[in-house]
């Protein structure tokens, strides 16, 4: 299932060394908890190593929109890359594209200034935690893209709460129920000794590839 995150993590515009304008932002910041419906998350550092490793088809795109699409790796408009604080994006602008020049102005003066990033589980970890809900940790996860963002919090999903629920049910050794939520999984199996963390794998189907942008176009 596709899932997606959103990160107070600034996005800004700048000018790169030939004047061609530039955003750049981080889509996830590691190891820095937040709150989901029920649990709280984080992500690994070594999360997106292997798909950065594996795709070339990652692009930006605007709030999550395919159709906005403000640069690609496939055109040499999008750059991504991993360092201590989390998994920083690039894209250079058209200007020439109203998207781009939309997406230039919202960012230069200053109305978008977050992050985030939409993909899909490959391997978790639940936890459970005395002082506060159970912890899930992304330790891997295939990425689809980054986009800038307006909301500076992670909006929760059905869909990412459905994906959650799946993967916590199975830490837990149950099946999962439509209507179930995390805490009532956690209720219903209190009795039972407390699971050691214990990572979850999955392999979602390969997506299909974005469509290509070319500047100028």
């Not at 040499?76 to 020439?96: P, T």
């Not at 002082?131 to 963002?149: I, M, N, Q, Y």
């Not at 050691?196 to 290509?212: D, F, G, K, N, T």
């Amino acid at each position: 299932m596709k899932e997606t995150r959103v990160f107070a993590a600034p996005v800004e515009a700048r000018e790169s060394s030939d004047g061609t304008p530039t955003i750049a932002g981080y889509a996830a910041v590691f190891d820095t908890p937040y709150e989901m419906s029920g649990f709280t998350e984080s992500v690994d550092p070594r999360a997106f190593n292997k798909t950065l490793k594996e795709r070339d088809d990652l692009a930006v795109v605007w709030s999550h929109d395919a159709d906005r699409v403000l640069g690609t790796q496939a055109s040499g408009s999008a750059r991504f890359s991993i360092d201590e604080h989390g998994l920083a994006y690039e894209a250079d602008l058209d200007l020439a594209d109203p998207d781009g020049m939309s997406a230039y102005r919202k960012i230069v003066t200053g109305k978008v200034r977050q992050s985030s990033f939409s993909f899909e589980v490959v391997k978790d970890k639940w936890e459970e935690r005395e002082d506060g809900p159970p912890h899930r940790t992304l330790k891997e996860v295939r990425l689809w893209e980054a986009s800038p963002v307006l909301w500076p919090a992670s909006p929760v999903t059905e869909v990412d709460v459905k994906s959650a629920l799946a993967s916590y049910a199975e830490y837990r050794g149950v099946d999962p129920d439509p209507d179930a939520t995390i805490a009532t999984i956690r209720d219903a199996t209190a009795t039972e000794p407390d699971a050691e963390p214990q990572e979850h794998s999955e392999v979602p189907p390969e997506p299909e590839r974005p469509p290509v942008y070319q500047p100028g176009m």
